[in-house]
């Protein structure tokens, strides 16, 4: 169908449109005239994804130099993400016809995703697929007429250079392309994303500054940059600005230093003039230059803005000398994980006992990364994995040597059990999310944080410490309720449950929950999903619900699965889960908040009729990491310590709980299994899509008094409906569309009719009218 958004025709591949999904795009169409940042939250399963990629693609329309990078968070999320760009882009190609403009549409991910070398391929290990496919495709490699080549990459070098490709590419087109025509699919997906209308990748290519100056550096300044499922943006900026280096790293870069140092005396008896000519290149600066191979290996740790473009220091230019200097900061870190006190100090301090101990400057610890980057391409070695410690070590130089505010060091001692010895921890923290973000805000027009979980919205913006232009939380608009909140407080005793340290090992408690969950499994179809708050308290109960029969109770009614610690051990789990649920046994999958089944996976219709949430999932108070972290948000951002906390537990909540509703017509409880869950305080931080349906009588519910709340839930979804009293009689159909004439667009303040006089902003617009 075809509409009008103000003055913009947007052309969505459906023929039914939800008031959420028109709110959705008058906002973020609002927010890309203005320019900024915005934030907006939509209800998962609603048409988020189509709904952005509609409105910015027709956006495209009439600004052509506009380029769409769309940033998600998994492979499949990805995949998800292109395939729905394919369709809008065919819709709208097929209503224009001949007029309609050439787009290409190119997902990214790593090597390890698009390799289609026969050898290279069948690693799994990422660093190993780097590593190897280094070793082919170097310069001085691919000059060597003994040394194997890859010919997918040579047939990429010969003819990719000069291909302009058209329509949209997911990573398995990518590689049937590399296959059809012998080229390989990763080399020519980064050509290509310097010409494609959008690019779909992973956070860390933009966010992390190693990959970012390699990938996205090249993207013009009026691209529009969506980060979609960004409930943890602020997690993913941190952890790419942070390092942890322990003995063991230590000890592989003492090993790295002397191979180098053993690489190099070879170099000078046999090709002196190669060490010449670098110390001739590093004394004209860092400027990067070379083929795409050798650029990867001189990315910077730290934020393109605060990269030195100069010459490097004269202390470090020649090879022998910059050795001698990482074998300094390597004997100084060592001696400083010898102490057997926990340290916390500044980054300035640190600079400062390392200046009084070596003589080696900040300024000098600046270049360390790309010095060493050097020296690895000049002694041409490929295999950077095996150099992974030594890098990590000149990563940290350079980012110490360069960010004094917003980062910490903190050294831990953990003690070892069953050894009578320490294995401590260097850990360089950052601490402000917003370092991360800065450069992204500062560089494109337009940057869309949105996600179905953001709730409160504002906390982001003090976090992140950006301006939005536009702020939006929208609501879900059914007809009947598809969803059946249920705030657990207490069992069928009447004994309180919560999982607070002081009673959560309490007998009644756990018996409670054990009964909870048996009785849920006589009454619910289908598959039930547990979340606990952490692998050792479901492992506690678990064995508890053991000993007390629970367990054989549930099995009478359903197959139990449990998600661990281990990745293959979790993904049979789930697959054996989803065996039970589709022949119609039913399942129970016990698993932890924050862990892969609470963030990337989908539970839709038979996968998830149920959801219990044991507990409030707060995060690890006792790391000294999240202390100083919130001791730093209090005093730059004024963000309390509980407020954060709760936040960010609340947010984990919205996402274990949202993994049930998958769409519109789906239908699943959400059991929420602690008394806290009842506090205003507690339950306001949840989605508004969620809240819309948490009415009186879902609150302060005991056992007995939920479940006979989810039978009147399960009978009343289990009776016949229509589509449209499923999807809600607030469907804009294309025969609407077809009654108003296209050439005069409607005025945007008449498009909603709702109980708040066409105001979209508040979200309230459940079950009313969409019109002309």
Not at 32 to 59: A, F, N, R
Not at 335 to 342: I, P, Y
Not at 699 to 720: H, V, Y
């Amino acid at each position: 169908m075809k509409f009008y958004i103000e003055d913009l025709l947007v052309y969505f591949p459906y023929a039914y449109i939800y008031p959420e999904q028109y709110s959705y795009m008058l906002a973020l169409k609002r927010s890309l005239d203005v320019g900024g940042p915005c934030i907006l939250e939509m209800p998962s399963g609603t048409g988020k994804t189509v709904s952005l990629l509609s409105l910015i693609s027709s956006y495209q329309l009439k600004n052509p130099s506009v380029k769409l990078v769309y940033c998600s968070r998994t492979v499949p999320e990805i995949e998800q993400a292109t395939e729905e760009a394919r369709r809008v882009i065919n819709y709208r190609n097929s209503e224009l016809g001949a007029s309609a403009p050439k787009t290409l549409c190119m997902s990214m991910s790593s090597r390890r995703n698009l390799c289609i070398h026969p050898r290279v391929s069948e690693e799994r290990e990422s660093r190993t697929v780097d590593s190897l496919c280094r070793d082919l495709t170097t310069p001085w490699a691919r000059a060597n007429p003994n040394s194997e080549k890859c010919k997918y990459f040579e047939n990429f070098e010969e003819k990719g250079q000069e291909l302009l490709l058209e329509g949209v590419y997911t990573l398995e087109d990518l590689k049937e392309y590399g296959y059809k025509n012998g080229m390989c699919p990763y080399f020519l997906s980064r050509h290509m994303i310097n010409f494609a209308n959008i690019v779909i990748f992973s956070y860390q290519y933009l966010l992390d500054p190693k990959i970012a100056s390699l990938i996205s550096s090249s993207f013009p300044s009026n691209s529009i940059v969506v980060f979609d499922e960004a409930h943890n943006i602020d997690n993913v900026c941190i952890n790419s600005l942070s390092i942890n280096i322990d003995n063991r790293v230590l000890e592989s870069s003492s090993k790295n230093i002397t191979k180098i140092n053993h690489t190099l005396e070879n170099l000078k008896k046999v090709d002196e003039q190669r060490l010449k000519q670098e110390y001739l290149r590093l004394v004209q600066g860092l400027a990067r230059s070379g083929s795409t191979q050798s650029e990867e290996l001189s990315a910077d740790p730290v934020l393109p803005s605060d990269v030195i473009q100069e010459a490097v220091p004269g202390n470090i230019r020649k090879a022998e000398h910059f050795i001698s200097l990482m074998r300094r900061v390597i004997d100084y870190l060592k001696s400083r994980l010898r102490s057997q006190m926990v340290i916390s100090e500044s980054p300035m301090a640190f600079l400062q006992s390392l200046y009084h101990a070596t003589q080696i400057s900040s300024k000098t610890l600046r270049f360390c990364s790309a010095r060493l980057s050097s020296l690895l391409r000049t002694l041409k070695i490929t295999d950077v994995n095996q150099f992974s410690g030594i890098s990590l070590i000149a990563d940290f130089a350079t980012l110490v040597g360069t960010y004094n505010s917003g980062f910490l060091i903190i050294i831990e001692p953990y003690y070892q059990k069953g050894a009578n010895q320490f294995d401590p921890i260097f850990q360089f923290c950052c601490l402000d999310a917003s370092i991360g973000m800065k450069p992204i805000f500062e560089k494109y027009r337009s940057v869309v944080i949105t996600s179905g979980t953001l709730s409160p919205l504002e906390m982001y913006t003090k976090m992140l410490n950006f301006r939005p232009t536009m702020i939006e939380r929208l609501s879900m608009s059914l007809n009947r309720n598809c969803i059946c909140p249920c705030i657990l407080t207490r069992g069928s005793d009447q004994i309180s449950i919560s999982t607070k340290f002081d009673v959560r090992s309490d007998t009644a408690v756990v018996r409670n929950y054990g009964s909870l969950l048996v009785e849920t499994s006589a009454i619910v179809p289908d598959g039930i999903i547990c979340f606990f708050t952490s692998y050792s308290y479901m492992e506690q109960i678990v064995s508890v619900w053991n000993e007390m029969g629970l367990l054989n109770n549930i099995l009478t009614n359903k197959l139990i699965f449990v998600e661990t610690s281990d990745p293959a051990e979790s993904a049979l789990a789930l697959q054996n889960y989803k065996k039970a649920c589709d022949s119609g046994r039913g399942a129970v999958l016990l698993s932890v908040a924050r862990g892969k089944v609470s963030e990337g996976i989908d539970f839709d219709n038979q996968y998830g009729r149920c959801v219990i949430l044991y507990g409030i999932p707060y995060i690890n108070t006792e790391s000294r990491v999240l202390r100083a972290r919130l001791e730093f948000l209090r005093d730059k951002y004024q963000i309390k310590e509980n407020e954060f906390l709760t936040f960010d537990a609340m947010r984990t909540a919205s996402q274990c709980v949202g993994r049930v509703i998958r769409g519109k017509q789906d239908y699943g409880i959400m059991i929420f299994a602690d008394k806290r869950y009842n506090r205003l305080d507690k339950r306001s931080k949840l989605p508004q899509w969620i809240l819309q349906f948490c009415q009186p009588q879902h609150l302060n519910l005991s056992t007995d008094m939920a479940i006979q709340l989810s039978k009147q839930f399960l009978r009343e979804m289990g009776q016949p409906f229509s589509r449209e009293e499923q999807l809600g009689k607030s469907l804009w159909s294309l025969e609407h569309i077809e009654k108003q004439p296209t050439s005069k667009p409607p005025t945007t303040t008449n498009n909603i009719t709702n109980n708040n006089n066409g105001n979209t902003n508040n979200g309230n617009h459940t079950n009313d009218a969409m019109q002309l």
